[in-house]
């Protein structure tokens, strides 16, 4: 598996899902609330992998597999989130019951994820000329686009009742969970939408994304109202990290800005190039590099200044 640009994104989110779900299971490893999240966190890890495996992949028949992992996964992330909801509304009940409670669900999800893995559903995988990457070619994904685009309404609309409903601990975690929630369906069925218009393959930054933007939302609700029964030290650390990402961002968009204004390309590998490879003068050294070669420069000097200097002798003895 070859790595690039594409898969680093990837690869950086899934580390860090998995690094808040482990934080959150040992805040308190025996409350139903972080075994939830826990199981919610190794879902998104499997669904990342699934597409990072997607991109790595030279086989289509491999590609095609993974595709209908991506999209089982996918169809697990709900299941597990309404898990989430019913553990954290329902946390005094047995396991038992909760999972009696989330029975369509469970029954739902079985269906889909049998449909997922058929070539009813997915007949291939072939590569995008736009970015040599594997594309899904689908035989039928409007029944899994109606579920999914379906589930994830009456999810949303699940944890806005429950939210009405439950006491001021429970609803400061039902509330976070549920921003969360809507930000990763809705960047989800927005990402379908676009994949109508534009290579889907161009959209490999949306699913890090979401997953990144998922797991700063909660982030913030840990280090603020203390949800799912996080320490001090855990939140001063998760606040640290918060603000560190916060001033990284900042970094990089008003170096962009800088950049931007400037006209200049800092890429140094450009640099590089047109330091080695052109001609003294040419006009690709001024187009690279927004002027001159500097050592077209330098010799330019060196050739005016010898020039020069007879002259400016002879019009001294004169």
Request: hydrophobic residues 50%; proline residues 4%.
């Amino acid at each position: 598996m070859a790595m690039n640009s594409s898969t680093i994104p990837i690869l950086v989110a899934l580390f860090i899902q998995l690094a808040l779900g482990l934080v959150v299971f040992q805040a308190n490893r025996h409350r139903k609330a972080n075994q939830s999240f826990l199981l919610l966190s190794l879902v998104a890890a499997g669904w990342l992998f699934s597409l990072y495996s997607v991109l790595t992949t030279n086989s289509p028949t491999a590609a095609a597999f993974w595709i209908r992992q991506a999209s089982v996964f996918g169809v697990l992330l709900l299941a597990v989130f309404n898990l989430l909801r019913l553990s954290i509304k329902n946390g005094e009940r047995r396991w038992p019951e909760i999972l009696r409670y989330s029975w369509p669900w469970i029954a739902t999800s079985i269906v889909v994820v049998g449909f997922c893995e058929t070539n009813f559903f997915l007949q291939g995988a072939h590569l995008s000329q736009a970015t040599g990457s594997f594309v899904p070619v689908y035989r039928n994904f409007q029944p899994y686009l109606f579920y999914f685009a379906g589930a994830g309404a009456v999810l949303i609309l699940s944890y806005a009742l429950d939210l009405r409903r439950t006491t001021a601990t429970k609803r400061a975690e039902l509330a976070f969970i549920l921003i969360g929630a809507a930000v990763a369906v809705g960047t989800t069925l927005l990402s379908f939408g676009l994949g109508l218009f534009i290579d889907p393959s161009e959209l490999t930054w949306f699913p890090p994304l979401r997953i990144v933007l998922f797991s700063l939302i909660i982030s913030y609700g840990i280090a603020t109202r203390k949800i799912m029964d996080v320490g001090l030290l855990l939140r001063r650390l998760i606040s640290y990290a918060l603000l560190a990402i916060y001033l990284l961002v900042l970094y990089a968009f008003v170096w962009c800005l800088v950049a931007t204004a400037s006209g200049r390309d800092c890429s140094p590998a450009l640099s590089g190039q047109c330091a080695h490879h052109c001609p003294r003068g040419s006009r690709d050294c001024n187009r690279l590099c927004h002027g001159p070669c500097p050592r077209h420069v330098a010799a330019t000097g060196r050739t005016s200044f010898h020039r020069l200097a007879p002259s400016r002798f002879s019009r001294d003895r004169e």
